[in-house]
């Protein structure tokens, strides 16, 4: 029997309305001693059961994986149903088969799909799972296995990335590597709405690409034609690669990875237009402040700037300096498509700090499209938490 957390009295409240977290501070009591990431039943002050889910030490203390008095502890089947419904939805957004326009996608997105902790991208027969609680991580053997029932001879390979995301004191000898299948050592090319790309899962950062930007990619190209454009945090150049086929007059991809530039200017070349394109590593905060050019549309897609609140008040900071450069760049008439990916800024904290920016900058300045992620990136209902990326389309005059 897995052990027992009860919870003090009111706060059960949240788990009724199927949020999937137990915070620490609303537990009144445990029986039994779990060790991170094991199984725990989840129970009222009354007694109610209430579901079950994975134990971790910390301000969220239970990832719930199932919701109910009849919820048992997770198997075969269990890992099996929900992976089987993650790729339902795929299909039915027609991302996966014989899709020869787009063979990437986030197949598990935690909460977004039922499973707390894990993320699952997939790159054309290729699965790369990162677990991002001790729970997930453990469970790798049979996420593997439901994988290969799910996806049959659609799945050549699974490799696991958890090393840089799963707990360092819940897994301290944890090393990335394949699960079932292997590299075949040649380089991997993906498609995106057409687009080539040469991706790297296992060296390259989070899962290899940022695929949560494919939606607006393609609303960049429709206004890249003849437009001078600056790329910043480019990571592997997505949105340059996106510019330049789109007809842009020149590209410009900066981003403090050397390697990153490597793979920009690699997918670059994929387009057969890397004569417009031109790559820096350099700090793109010194990069903008140097640089004399003025471009027609600007990119500013960091990193997250805050991952946890006491972090939000010096991300908001930054997001207004970062807004502040760019707006400097954009010639009259120009566009700026600015974005964070920080959990915890919300979209009216985000649209405040680049107003701000605005104003200091003196540019004026008109919103015409409001963005997030794409639908390969769904939100529960339940969990709004789960809608981490915002993006605003402007017009600079």
């Known amino acids: 029997m897995p052990a027992t957390v009860t919870l003090k009295p009111g706060k059960d409240q949240s788990l009724r309305r199927l949020h999937p977290w137990v915070f620490s501070g609303a537990i009144a009591r445990m029986q039994g001693e779990p060790q991170e990431g094991e199984v725990v039943a989840v129970q009222a002050a009354n007694g109610e059961p209430l579901g079950v889910g994975h134990y971790a030490p910390g301000s969220i203390a239970v990832r719930m994986l199932r919701f109910g008095a009849d919820a048992a502890e997770p198997g075969a089947a269990f890992w099996e149903e929900r992976l089987r419904n993650a790729y339902q939805l795929r299909q039915n957004l027609g991302l996966t088969g014989s899709n020869d326009q787009t063979n990437v996608y986030r197949l598990v ?69 394949y699960l079932f299948g292997q590299s075949s050592g040649a380089e991997h090319i993906v498609h995106e709405n057409g687009q080539p790309f040469a991706v790297d899962w296992e060296t390259g950062q989070k899962t290899g690409f940022f695929i949560d930007q494919r939606d607006n990619r393609q609303l960049l190209a429709r206004y890249a034609p003849g437009r001078r454009v600056l790329n910043t945090f480019c990571y592997t150049g997505g ?29 670059a070349e994929l387009t057969g237009l890397a004569s417009k394109h031109e790559a820096y590593a350099q700090d793109v905060f010194s990069f903008m402040k140097a640089s004399q050019e003025q471009y027609d549309l600007i990119v500013l897609d960091p990193p997250a700037f805050a991952k946890h609140l006491s972090a939000r008040h010096n991300a908001l900071m930054g997001y207004k300096r970062l807004n502040i450069e760019g707006l400097k760049r954009i010639a009259p008439g120009g566009l700026l498509f600015t974005f964070s990916c920080s959990q915890v800024v919300s979209a009216e904290l985000f649209e405040g700090a680049v107003l701000a920016a605005a104003i200091e900058a003196g540019r004026p300045a008109r919103i015409l499209h409001r963005l997030t992620q794409p639908a390969d990136h769904p939100v529960s209902l339940f969990h709004p938490e789960g809608e981490y990326l915002k993006g605003l389309v402007l017009a600079v005059g």
């Open 109 to 177: 997105h935690a909460e977004g799909d039922g499973l707390p902790g894990l993320i699952i991208d997939v790159y054309d027969n290729v699965a790369v799972l990162q677990a991002h609680s001790a729970g997930m991580y453990h469970a790798r053997p049979q996420i593997a296995a439901a994988l290969q029932q799910v996806l049959g001879e659609n799945l050549k390979a699974i490799y696991d990335k958890s090393a840089e995301t799963v707990p360092a004191k819940a897994a301290p000898d944890a090393k990335n590597g």
């Open 239 to 267: 949105f340059s690669s996106y510019a330049l086929q789109a007809g842009a007059e020149l590209v410009h991809s900066v981003d403090s990875s050397k390697r990153a530039i490597e793979l920009t200017d690699r997918n």
